[in-house]
Protein backbone atom coordinates (compact mmCIF):
# COMPACT_ATOMS: atom_id res chain seq x y z
CA UNK A 1 0.00 0.00 0.00
CA UNK A 2 2.84 2.45 0.32
CA UNK A 3 3.47 2.63 -3.26
CA UNK A 4 0.08 3.78 -3.65
CA UNK A 5 0.30 6.43 -0.90
CA UNK A 6 3.47 7.51 -2.25
CA UNK A 7 2.67 7.84 -6.50
CA UNK A 8 -0.53 9.78 -4.74
CA UNK A 9 1.20 12.21 -2.58
CA UNK A 10 4.08 12.64 -4.85
CA UNK A 11 1.21 13.36 -7.77
CA UNK A 12 -0.44 16.17 -5.18
CA UNK A 13 3.01 17.38 -4.19
CA UNK A 14 3.81 17.97 -8.23
CA UNK A 15 0.08 19.25 -9.03
CA UNK A 16 0.91 21.90 -6.15
CA UNK A 17 4.51 22.77 -7.18
CA UNK A 18 2.68 23.98 -10.45
CA UNK A 19 -0.51 25.48 -8.73
CA UNK A 20 -0.87 29.11 -9.98
CA UNK A 21 -3.80 30.16 -7.40
CA UNK A 22 -3.77 29.86 -3.14
CA UNK A 23 -4.80 27.33 -1.50
CA UNK A 24 -8.05 28.08 0.88
CA UNK A 25 -7.80 28.17 4.52
CA UNK A 26 -9.53 24.83 4.53
CA UNK A 27 -7.30 23.48 2.07
CA UNK A 28 -4.17 24.35 3.55
CA UNK A 29 -6.00 23.17 7.31
CA UNK A 30 -6.68 19.55 5.26
CA UNK A 31 -3.23 19.22 3.84
CA UNK A 32 -2.05 19.95 7.69
CA UNK A 33 -3.88 17.18 8.76
CA UNK A 34 -2.86 15.27 6.61
CA UNK A 35 1.22 16.04 7.25
CA UNK A 36 0.13 15.43 10.98
CA UNK A 37 -1.56 12.15 9.83
CA UNK A 38 1.57 11.16 7.68
CA UNK A 39 3.81 11.70 10.89
CA UNK A 40 2.01 9.04 13.23
CA UNK A 41 1.05 6.55 10.15
CA UNK A 42 3.28 7.28 7.39
CA UNK A 43 1.64 4.40 5.49
CA UNK A 44 -1.81 4.18 6.25
CA UNK A 45 -3.21 4.55 3.13
CA UNK A 46 -7.11 3.93 3.99
CA UNK A 47 -6.59 6.69 7.02
CA UNK A 48 -4.93 9.55 4.62
CA UNK A 49 -6.89 8.57 1.39
CA UNK A 50 -10.31 10.32 2.60
CA UNK A 51 -9.19 13.83 3.44
CA UNK A 52 -6.38 13.48 0.40
CA UNK A 53 -9.61 13.48 -1.84
CA UNK A 54 -11.53 16.17 -0.42
CA UNK A 55 -8.41 18.20 -0.92
CA UNK A 56 -8.06 17.27 -4.66
CA UNK A 57 -11.69 16.92 -5.85
CA UNK A 58 -12.69 20.22 -4.34
CA UNK A 59 -10.50 22.15 -6.15
CA UNK A 60 -10.68 22.01 -10.55
CA UNK A 61 -7.31 23.64 -10.70
CA UNK A 62 -5.32 21.31 -8.58
CA UNK A 63 -7.76 18.23 -9.83
CA UNK A 64 -6.36 18.34 -13.01
CA UNK A 65 -2.57 19.37 -12.23
CA UNK A 66 -2.86 16.24 -9.98
CA UNK A 67 -4.28 13.64 -13.02
CA UNK A 68 -1.56 14.94 -15.18
CA UNK A 69 1.14 14.13 -12.76
CA UNK A 70 -0.47 11.23 -11.59
CA UNK A 71 -0.55 10.11 -15.08
CA UNK A 72 2.90 10.81 -15.79
CA UNK A 73 4.03 9.04 -13.09
CA UNK A 74 2.12 5.70 -13.80
CA UNK A 75 3.48 5.94 -16.97
CA UNK A 76 7.26 5.16 -15.37
CA UNK A 77 6.14 1.78 -13.52
CA UNK A 78 7.75 2.88 -10.47
CA UNK A 79 11.24 3.60 -12.28
CA UNK A 80 11.61 6.51 -10.68
CA UNK A 81 15.56 7.43 -10.37
CA UNK A 82 16.14 7.91 -6.40
CA UNK A 83 18.62 10.47 -6.86
CA UNK A 84 15.86 12.68 -8.10
CA UNK A 85 13.97 12.44 -4.37
CA UNK A 86 14.68 14.76 -1.77
CA UNK A 87 16.24 14.19 1.17
CA UNK A 88 15.86 14.68 4.66
CA UNK A 89 18.94 17.10 4.85
CA UNK A 90 17.79 18.98 1.39
CA UNK A 91 14.50 19.53 2.65
CA UNK A 92 15.95 21.11 5.94
CA UNK A 93 17.98 23.35 3.57
CA UNK A 94 14.84 24.33 1.38
CA UNK A 95 12.21 24.55 4.20
CA UNK A 96 14.16 25.33 7.56
CA UNK A 97 11.74 25.30 10.58
CA UNK A 98 11.26 24.21 14.08
CA UNK A 99 7.94 22.72 13.42
CA UNK A 100 6.90 20.06 11.19
CA UNK A 101 10.18 18.14 11.12
CA UNK A 102 9.69 15.18 8.85
CA UNK A 103 10.61 11.97 10.01
CA UNK A 104 12.88 9.11 9.12
CA UNK A 105 10.91 6.24 8.69
CA UNK A 106 13.65 4.03 7.70
CA UNK A 107 13.40 1.94 10.65
CA UNK A 108 10.11 1.15 10.10
CA UNK A 109 10.91 -0.07 7.14
CA UNK A 110 13.70 -2.45 8.60
CA UNK A 111 11.13 -3.58 11.03
CA UNK A 112 8.98 -4.49 7.91
CA UNK A 113 11.57 -6.46 6.10
CA UNK A 114 12.76 -8.18 9.07
CA UNK A 115 9.20 -9.68 9.94
CA UNK A 116 8.26 -10.27 5.65
CA UNK A 117 11.56 -10.60 4.17
CA UNK A 118 9.97 -11.04 1.05
CA UNK A 119 8.86 -7.35 0.64
CA UNK A 120 11.25 -5.61 -0.24
CA UNK A 121 11.11 -1.39 0.70
CA UNK A 122 9.63 0.93 -1.29
CA UNK A 123 12.37 3.71 -2.57
CA UNK A 124 9.93 5.95 -1.98
CA UNK A 125 8.79 5.01 1.43
CA UNK A 126 10.69 7.72 3.54
CA UNK A 127 11.59 10.58 1.08
CA UNK A 128 8.27 11.04 0.06
CA UNK A 129 5.77 11.26 3.01
CA UNK A 130 9.00 13.70 4.85
CA UNK A 131 8.15 15.96 2.29
CA UNK A 132 4.49 15.66 2.08
CA UNK A 133 5.68 16.17 5.85
CA UNK A 134 7.76 19.02 5.62
CA UNK A 135 5.38 20.75 2.82
CA UNK A 136 2.10 20.00 3.45
CA UNK A 137 2.56 21.01 7.43
CA UNK A 138 3.72 24.73 6.14
CA UNK A 139 1.16 27.08 6.22
CA UNK A 140 1.31 27.79 2.14
CA UNK A 141 2.06 24.23 0.66
CA UNK A 142 1.75 25.74 -2.85
CA UNK A 143 4.34 28.49 -1.80
CA UNK A 144 6.59 25.78 -0.27
CA UNK A 145 6.83 23.41 -2.52
CA UNK A 146 7.93 25.51 -4.88
CA UNK A 147 10.85 26.20 -2.64
CA UNK A 148 11.74 22.55 -2.99
CA UNK A 149 14.66 21.21 -5.78
CA UNK A 150 13.80 17.65 -5.57
CA UNK A 151 10.06 18.36 -6.33
CA UNK A 152 11.55 20.79 -9.14
CA UNK A 153 13.88 17.84 -10.31
CA UNK A 154 11.53 15.51 -10.43
CA UNK A 155 9.01 17.74 -12.55
CA UNK A 156 12.00 18.57 -14.81
CA UNK A 157 12.76 14.89 -15.39
CA UNK A 158 8.91 14.07 -16.25
CA UNK A 159 8.84 16.79 -18.94
CA UNK A 160 12.25 14.59 -20.31
CA UNK A 161 10.84 12.33 -23.70
CA UNK A 162 10.07 9.03 -22.15
CA UNK A 163 13.15 7.61 -24.34
CA UNK A 164 15.66 9.71 -22.54
CA UNK A 165 14.35 8.53 -18.62
CA UNK A 166 16.82 5.91 -18.01
Not at 30 to 53: G, N, Q, R, V
Not at 58 to 68: C, F, P, S, V
Not at 79 to 105: C, G
Request: a negative charge; aromatic letters at 6%.
Amino acid sequence: MASVLNKNLLSLLLALYRLEEPLSEVECSALADISETLMYFPDDWDLIAPTLKVVIEGNAALQALYQESLTKLEALNGQLPPHLLPSLAELEQDLPSDTNEPADFSHMMELASEENPEIAPDIFSREIPNAAIKIFGTPQPEQSVKQVRGINRIWQFLQQPFSRKK
